[in-house]
C-alpha cells in the first residue's frame, strides 16, 4: 500500500441489482430480495458518509421496471414509502438530504407525498446528497430535457446556438450535481440498463458479482480502492 491518500469520488452512482436472484436462490418471492437489499441501501449510505463522498445516487426503480408484475411494482412502490418513512432519523442525525430524479407523474400519490415530505424535512442538510433515481430513464430524461429547451427556443426565449454542455447538464434531472466519477453495479451485469447515459459518459465502471443484498462497506471500499488504481484519461494522454 502506498501512502498516498487515494482520491474520492464526489459522486458514486450505484445499480442496485440482483435482488430477485438473491431470493430466488433461497427458495424466496422477489419482493423477500428488495426487502432485503434495503439493508445494503442504508450500508451504502453510512459507508458514503464514512468516506466522505458528497453525492450518493442510488438505481432503485427504472422506467423499463414497470413492465414487471404488478405485484412485484406494486410492493416496490410501498417499499419506497416504508424505506423514506423510516429512516428519517438516520437522515437527521447524519445531515444527509435526499432529491429524486426520474418522473414522477407516474408514480402513487402516496409515494409522491412521501418524496415531497422528505425533501422538505431534510432540505437543509449538507453532508451527503442521496438521489433516489425513482421511474428514473437516462432516454426519458434527455427527450424530456430536450422537449424542454425546444419549447424555450420556439418562444424566443433560447438560442438554439446557446445550447452547451452546461446548459444541458442544467436542463437534466441532475441538474447542479457534479457528474458521477465512479458508477458500481452489483450482481455481475454488464450494462448501464438506462442509467444516466450523459452524466456517467466520463465514469469510471466497477461491476462486482455480489447480488445487492449482500453488498455492504467492504464491497463499497473495495469499488474506492479499484477506483483509486484506475488512470482516468479523458481522451487525453
Ligand atoms: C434490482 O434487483 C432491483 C430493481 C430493479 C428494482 P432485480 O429485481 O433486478 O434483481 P435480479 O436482477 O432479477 O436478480
Ligand atoms: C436496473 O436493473 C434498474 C435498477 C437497478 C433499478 P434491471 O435489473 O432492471 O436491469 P436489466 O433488466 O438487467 O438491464
Ligand atoms: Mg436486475
Not at 501512502?3 to 474520492?8: A, C, V
Request: no cysteine; glycine share 8%; charged share 25%.
Amino acid at each position: 500500500m502506498s501512502s498516498q491518500p487515494q482520491p474520492i469520488p464526489q459522486h458514486v452512482a450505484i445499480i442496485m441489482d440482483g435482488n430477485g436472484r438473491w431470493a430466488k436462490a433461497r427458495g424466496e418471492e422477489r419482493l423477500f430480495g428488495h426487502a432485503a437489499g434495503v439493508a445494503s441501501v442504508i450500508r451504502s449510505v453510512e459507508a458514503a458518509l464514512a468516506h466522505g463522498v458528497q453525492v450518493l445516487t442510488l438505481y432503485s426503480f427504472s422506467t423499463e421496471n414497470w413492465k414487471r408484475p404488478d405485484s412485484e411494482v406494486n410492493g416496490l412502490m410501498r417499499l419506497f414509502v416504508e424505506v423514506i418513512r423510516g429512516h428519517i432519523d438516520l437522515f437527521r442525525r447524519q445531515g444527509v438530504r435526499l432529491r429524486f430524479i426520474g418522473r414522477r407523474d407516474r408514480l402513487p400519490a402516496a409515494l409522491v407525498e412521501t418524496m415531497d415530505w422528505i425533501l422538505a424535512e431534510t432540505a437543509s442538510f449538507d453532508r451527503l446528497t442521496l438521489v433516489i433515481a425513482l421511474d428514473y430513464g437516462g432516454r426519458d430524461e434527455l427527450l424530456r430535457a430536450a422537449r424542454k429547451l425546444a419549447e424555450e427556443v420556439q418562444s424566443g426565449h433560447l438560442e438554439s446556438g446557446a445550447i452547451d454542455e452546461a446548459l444541458m447538464s442544467s436542463t437534466l434531472d441532475t441538474a447542479g450535481l457534479p457528474d458521477p466519477e465512479l458508477m458500481i453495479r452489483s450482481s455481475g451485469e454488464l450494462r448501464t440498463s438506462n442509467f444516466l447515459p450523459w452524466q456517467l459518459a466520463y465514469a469510471e465502471i466497477v461491476v462486482t458479482p455480489t447480488l445487492w443484498p449482500d453488498f455492504g462497506e467492504a464491497d463499497f471500499r473495495a469499488a474506492l480502492n479499484e477506483f483509486g488504481r484506475r488512470q482516468r484519461r479523458f481522451g487525453g494522454l
